[in-house]
């Protein structure tokens, strides 16, 4: 059975014809009086021809205009009547349809400018290369001299506007004492895959009188202001506290940041914003034109403690200020760069005009809109379950899986729907695993350090209960099926709203 639409413009005129001409007919017939005055003078049965002939070029006129209706011509002939192929047809143009949609909003309200990105990255660069630069110090506690880039605008899976950037500060000890980084014992909610770190003086150096080094009285004093004692329960003695580092690290800024205003100050103009529970943002405003795109900016400072190759320590994140000697004495393991690397290695093995980190972009996009409408508690629990880090590890597990042929731009419809299904569930399993700590399946040719293997795996949806997971399940499931009514609702200037760095 073939399906077609009726077109009421046509549909309507032809009905009225038929019925006048239908009536003409009866008229004709039922008039007996008249009709045996046309008989007698020959004119009957000229008239009920032509009423025969109308109709009969009414039919074939509707015919012929069932026979133009779109894509009637175009299919082969064996599909033309079959239920398959209409299905079929009616949905790869559904497709399309939502393609073209996803495309739209994509390039203007997701995608950044490369001109625009490449002068905020610079004018970051310079601004942070400065600070970092007037921290070092040779004999005590600061930072290293550089920065690392992380975040989504060093990965290009940035959206809506490059007005926040991430930025790693290493810091470096005192010569000769050292670090041991051990695994924190237990389950408790929160803290999944943190790290104590124990600091003490290098073996052989605690009683080297001629070394240049620290003696054990200021090593004793560093750890007097850094670190927290922990209950036996979690390994017992004194430990370094990212807390006290955190508050050590905020007074060292503001001291570098008032050593180099004065340099910085013709380009533009630097404040430092701290509160609870936040992390150190230095906020950029550019002064002239050095910048040509006037974007004020906002930079994420986080201190960092080297761990290994191309890893760091980072404070472990919380919404609430820390407790002496609970969360305030762990760390988390900031595996930024090898996911950078891992970016790299399936930019090179996709093809060239994949479409993974255009997925990426588009799941922030639609999670960003779906959640507008949510009530709260729900709408808070919302941005948190389904945070960028989240997004990023779901698409990298999909990337694993392969094949990477799977992945051009011509599939990118299909690739955004097992991206959202694969989401869905892992919230309905309440297990999404961490891509790099435990995980065996990663490429050798990553050449990842020994102690991400060896890691014991870390769910990123442990600290959250099941029923809040069920919800966001379902409305991540419905923020896809409803997606092109998403879109449209929100697309109207009215609705475009920048959001806060």
């Given at each position: 059975?073939?399906?077609?639409?009726?077109?009421?413009?046509?549909?309507w005129?032809?009905?009225?014809?038929?019925?006048?001409?239908?009536?003409?007919?009866?008229?004709?017939?039922?008039?007996s009086?008249?009709?045996?005055?046309?008989?007698?003078?020959?004119l009957?049965?000229?008239?009920?021809?032509?009423?025969?002939l109308?109709?009969?070029?009414?039919?074939?006129?509707?015919?012929?205009?069932?026979?133009r209706?779109?894509?009637?011509?175009?299919?082969?002939?064996?599909?033309?009547?079959?239920?398959?192929?209409?299905?079929?047809?009616?949905?790869?143009?559904?497709?399309?349809?939502?393609?073209?949609?996803?495309?739209?909003?994509?390039?203007?309200q997701?995608?950044?400018?490369?001109?625009?990105?490449?002068?905020?990255?610079?004018?970051?660069?310079?601004?942070?290369?400065?600070?970092?630069?007037?921290?070092?110090?040779?004999?005590?506690l600061?930072?290293?001299?550089?920065?690392?880039?992380?975040?989504?605008a060093y990965?290009?899976?940035?959206?809506?506007?490059?007005?926040?950037?991430?930025?790693?500060?290493?810091l470096?000890?005192?010569?000769?004492?050292?670090?041991?980084?051990?695994?924190?014992?237990?389950?408790?909610?929160?803290?999944?895959?943190?790290?104590?770190?124990?600091?003490?003086?290098?073996?052989?150096?605690?009683?080297?009188?001629?070394?240049?080094?620290?003696?054990?009285r200021v090593?004793?004093?560093?750890?007097?202001?850094?670190?927290?004692?922990?209950?036996?329960?979690q390994?017992?003695?004194?430990?370094?506290?990212?807390?006290?580092?955190?508050?050590?690290f905020?007074?060292?800024?503001?001291?570098?940041?008032?050593?180099?205003?004065?340099?910085?100050?013709?380009?533009?103009?630097?404040?430092?914003?701290?509160?609870?529970?936040?992390?150190?943002?230095?906020?950029?405003?550019?002064?002239?034109?050095?910048?040509?795109?006037?974007?004020?900016?906002?930079?994420?400072?986080?201190?960092?403690?080297?761990?290994?190759?191309a890893?760091?320590?980072?404070?472990?994140?919380?919404?609430?200020?820390?407790?002496?000697?609970?969360?305030?004495?762990?760390?988390?393991?900031?595996?930024?760069?090898?996911?950078?690397?891992?970016?790299?290695?399936?930019?090179?093995?996709?093809?060239?005009?994949?479409?993974?980190?255009?997925?990426?972009?588009i799941?922030?996009?639609?999670?960003?809109?779906?959640?507008?409408?949510?009530e709260?508690?729900?709408?808070?629990?919302?941005?948190?379950?389904?945070?960028?880090?989240?997004?990023?590890?779901?698409?990298?597990?999909?990337?694993?899986?392969?094949?990477?042929?799977?992945?051009?731009?011509?599939?990118?419809?299909?690739?955004?729907?097992?991206?959202?299904?694969?989401?869905?569930?892992?919230?309905?399993?309440?297990?999404?695993?961490?891509?790099?700590?435990?995980?065996?399946?990663?490429?050798e040719?990553?050449?990842?350090?020994?102690?991400?293997?060896e890691?014991?795996?870390?769910?990123?949806?442990?600290?959250?209960?099941?029923?809040?997971?069920?919800?966001?399940?379902?409305q991540?499931?419905?923020?896809?099926?409803?997606?092109?009514?998403?879109?449209?609702?929100?697309?109207?200037?009215?609705?475009?709203?920048?959001?806060?760095?």
């Amino acid at each position: 059975m073939t399906a077609y639409r009726l077109n009421l413009r046509v549909f309507w005129p032809l009905v009225t014809c038929g019925c006048t001409a239908i009536l003409y007919v009866l008229q004709a017939l039922s008039s007996s009086q008249a009709g045996a005055a046309l008989e007698g003078s020959g004119l009957g049965a000229p008239l009920l021809k032509a009423s025969l002939l109308l109709l009969l070029l009414l039919a074939c006129l509707a015919l012929r205009y069932r026979a133009r209706l779109p894509g009637r011509a175009q299919r082969p002939a064996g599909l033309a009547e079959s239920p398959e192929g209409a299905w079929s047809e009616l949905r790869r143009r559904r497709q399309q349809r939502r393609r073209d949609l996803l495309g739209e909003f994509y390039e203007q309200q997701l995608r950044l400018s490369p001109h625009v990105l490449g002068h905020s990255k610079a004018h970051v660069s310079l601004v942070v290369g400065e600070l970092v630069r007037a921290g070092k110090a040779p004999d005590r506690l600061a930072s290293r001299g550089d920065f690392v880039q992380v975040g989504s605008a060093y990965e290009q899976h940035k959206v809506r506007s490059p007005d926040c950037f991430d930025v790693l500060v290493p810091l470096r000890l005192p010569p000769r004492l050292e670090l041991r980084v051990q695994p924190r014992r237990g389950t408790e909610a929160g803290l999944l895959g943190a790290f104590v770190c124990a600091l003490q003086v290098a073996a052989g150096c605690a009683h080297d009188e001629a070394g240049s080094g620290p003696s054990p009285r200021v090593a004793g004093a560093l750890s007097e202001a850094l670190c927290v004692e922990l209950p036996s329960a979690q390994g017992g003695g004194r430990h370094l506290s990212s807390a006290l580092v955190l508050r050590w690290f905020q007074g060292h800024v503001q001291r570098c940041l008032g050593a180099v205003r004065s340099r910085l100050q013709e380009r533009c103009r630097v404040s430092l914003a701290v509160g609870p529970g936040r992390p150190l943002t230095l906020h950029i405003a550019p002064r002239s034109d050095y910048v040509c795109c006037h974007l004020s900016m906002a930079v994420r400072l986080t201190p960092a403690i080297p761990f290994g190759e191309a890893l760091y320590l980072t404070p472990l994140p919380s919404a609430q200020p820390p407790a002496p000697g609970k969360l305030g004495a762990f760390w988390t393991l900031n595996v930024s760069k090898p996911e950078q690397k891992l970016l790299g290695f399936f930019k090179e093995q996709a093809p060239a005009d994949s479409c993974h980190l255009k997925c990426l972009q588009i799941l922030k996009g639609l999670r960003d809109l779906g959640g507008r409408s949510l009530e709260q508690p729900l709408g808070s629990q919302w941005n948190r379950i389904l945070s960028s880090y989240v997004l990023k590890t779901a698409l990298l597990w999909l990337l694993l899986r392969g094949p990477l042929q799977a992945w051009e731009d011509q599939f990118l419809v299909e690739r955004l729907e097992n991206l959202f299904l694969f989401l869905v569930e892992s919230l309905q399993r309440r297990e999404l695993l961490h891509l790099f700590l435990g995980n065996p399946k990663l490429p050798e040719a990553l050449s990842l350090p020994k102690i991400l293997k060896e890691a014991a795996p870390v769910n990123l949806l442990a600290d959250f209960d099941g029923p809040t997971l069920d919800k966001v399940a379902g409305q991540l499931l419905n923020t896809w099926k409803q997606a092109p009514k998403i879109i449209r609702m929100y697309s109207g200037h009215r609705y475009r709203r920048k959001h806060p760095a």
